[in-house]
């Protein structure tokens, strides 16, 4: 068999094969995502009463400035020092002003301490400041955003990884951000930002040059092909997707988090694919960043999983086995 004939029946075979792939993924996929809630993670608890409350309705109006969804599990250990800096910034923000919270804390099926940890900050703010989604089982952090972010009276909707290792104080940045994007601030006019979309991520890329000297030469060439299949398969004017400190507006997190499919670590990504087949604005922040001892993240496993998955969400899209909710409504 001469060298043509090679090709050309490997080329054949590689077509099947990728055939028979997308075909697949059309069969088992969905094409929008069907979010689970039990009837129990509808509510929560009111520590100082036992009373249970049930979440509002994300398509009602904000009746507050700012909520703040934090993804916990099993962070009993971190999730102190975090909502410690975090009540201290807002506190002092809502002192002598009309500026009103929450904070979110989402249990995602957590097996330690980490629910009755947040119940003692829930004790000392009050339901209206502090409330706990406990999830029955674990969903994976983007399961954990999304379901914290549907039950979130805020005009603006940030999340926050629980182990503070960005600078919650940077939040300024972020706002300003957006200010500048909507031209309009949701401080002063709370249901006009609301109404709008817009993004603003906070980025560790500025950190990257530092990182690198003390990583080994193996665990940067993964980190720069991550980074290219971020660049090929879901946003190129992002140069990081990953940081755990995003700002949205309230439509935006509706648009974004109902076509959400990934609940895992490359839900960021997702999210960002979404908002720019949306054409929402999305700005790139850099923040300060401390790296935590206890992360779950295995940096060469989650890397190589995190690129596989990209892959996977950019061909599910294009073959139309995924869809965005927005785009139908439009």
């Not at 993804?71 to 800096?85: G, K, Q, S, V």
């Not at 600078?167 to 401080?187: C, P």
């Not at 609301?194 to 665990?219: C, D, M, Q, T």
Request: glycine fraction near 6%; charged fraction near 25%.
């Amino acid at each position: 068999m001469d060298v043509t004939s090679i090709l050309f029946f490997g080329s054949a075979g590689l077509c099947s094969i990728l055939l028979a792939i997308c075909v697949g993924l059309i069969a088992i996929s969905n094409k929008y995502p069907i979010i689970m809630r039990s009837r129990n993670e509808k509510y929560f608890i009111d520590p100082n009463t036992g009373k249970y409350i049930e979440f509002p309705v994300f398509s009602d109006m904000p009746t507050l400035h700012l909520s703040v969804i934090i993804p916990a599990y099993n962070e009993e250990a971190r999730l102190p020092p975090m909502l410690d800096e975090c009540i201290e910034y807002l506190e002092d923000r809502a002192r002598g002003s009309n500026f009103k919270y929450e904070i979110i804390v989402v249990s995602d099926g957590s097996v330690d301490n980490t629910v009755l940890v947040a119940k003692k900050y829930c004790k000392q703010l009050g339901v209206d400041k502090f409330r706990i989604l406990e999830l029955e089982t674990n969903r994976g952090k983007g399961g954990a955003v999304r379901l914290g972010m549907l039950s979130a009276r805020g005009s603006m909707l940030l999340f926050a990884d629980a182990d503070g290792a960005t600078k919650f104080s940077d939040l300024s940045k972020l706002e300003l951000s957006l200010t500048e994007v909507l031209e309009g601030n949701y401080l002063n006019d709370p249901d006009f930002v609301a109404s709008k979309e817009a993004i603003a991520v906070g980025s560790r890329a500025h950190l990257e040059s530092e990182s690198i000297v003390s990583r080994s030469i193996f665990r940067t060439i993964l980190m720069y092909g991550f980074h290219t299949i971020v660049w090929l398969f879901a946003v190129k004017h992002i140069k990081d997707t990953q940081c755990g400190f995003k700002l949205l507006t309230r439509k935006a997190a509706e648009s974004c988090f109902e076509s959400l499919h990934v609940e895992r670590w490359a839900f960021d990504a997702e999210l960002l694919y979404i908002a720019k087949c949306l054409n929402i604005p999305v700005t790139e922040i850099p923040v300060n960043w401390t790296e935590i001892e206890g992360s779950k993240i295995i940096p060469i496993w989650s890397w190589l999983q995190m690129g596989k998955d990209l892959v996977i969400i950019w061909l599910r899209y294009q073959i139309g086995a995924w869809d965005i909710a927005a785009k139908k409504k439009s």
